[in-house]
């Protein structure tokens, strides 16, 4: 079946601009997480999406929001863009079945790495 | 919040040389998961565990979880050069966010 899949793969903005970016998850898969990761910094969790629901955030500003579909799609958007915004972003998709998560396995996609100049 | 550790932060062997990387974590971990992420590549799902001092061997990968479950140790014997990449440990806080530590970097030289 088809993996987990980011568009775009690649954007380049100027500071202050906005951007939005899209996954689509495994078929059948309900949860979707979002992380970003930088050289530095490493992998860091942003929101993860289950349901239609945000069930988990983390430690980013209210630049950064999500959303998720009634067909599991997600978007994650960042809005007025900062040099420190440039990094890959990772959507992660898992099946995250019933109330106990913890079991559940992330499959990544390709990312979207953005510049931001 | 819970941070999870990962040592060392890179490594470089000889192809057929031993690899360990350690992850620690400041919090009791229910589970803790592996991923590998091969330059270039996203992060790939390894392997799970979930008992208390659980070893889980994958040919020659050899994961343990440790007796308090707070640290987890990943070891490759007789690397090759397909080994190559950036192996990381991820585990959930007490809000089932998945964490993950940060990183060891694994070269190896033919």
């Known amino acids: 079946k088809a993996g987990v899949t980011q568009t775009p793969r690649y954007l380049i903005k100027t500071r202050g601009q906005q951007v939005t970016l899209s996954c689509s998850p495994i078929?059948?898969?309900?949860?979707v997480s979002w992380y970003q990761q930088t050289p530095g910094q490493g992998l860091q969790f942003l929101f993860e999406y289950f349901s239609e629901t945000q069930r988990n955030k983390g430690n980013f500003p209210g630049r950064f929001s999500g959303r998720q579909f009634s067909n599991s799609r997600s978007e994650m958007n960042v809005s007025t863009l900062e040099l420190g915004d440039s990094a890959l972003y990772l959507c992660?998709?898992?099946?995250?079945?019933?109330?106990?998560?913890?079991?559940?396995?992330?499959?990544f996609g390709a990312g979207s790495r953005l510049t931001v100049l | 919040g819970q941070q999870v550790m990962q040592i060392p932060q890179y490594q470089h062997v000889q192809e057929g040389e031993d690899f360990t990387t350690y992850c620690n974590s400041s919090t009791t971990l229910s589970n803790i998961q592996w991923y590998k992420q091969r330059p270039g590549g996203h992060p790939v799902f390894l392997i799970q565990l979930v008992k208390s001092g659980e070893v889980k061997k994958q040919k020659r990968l050899t994961f343990q979880f440790g007796e308090a479950k707070k640290n987890s140790s990943l070891h490759i014997t007789a690397t090759q050069t397909t080994d190559v990449g950036t192996y990381f440990c991820a585990g959930r806080d007490n809000t089932d966010k998945l964490i993950f530590g940060t990183g060891t970097r694994l070269q190896v030289f033919p």
């Open positions: 078929s059948g898969h309900r949860s």
């Open positions: 992660a998709s898992s099946l995250r079945t019933g109330e106990s998560f913890g079991a559940n396995v992330l499959t």
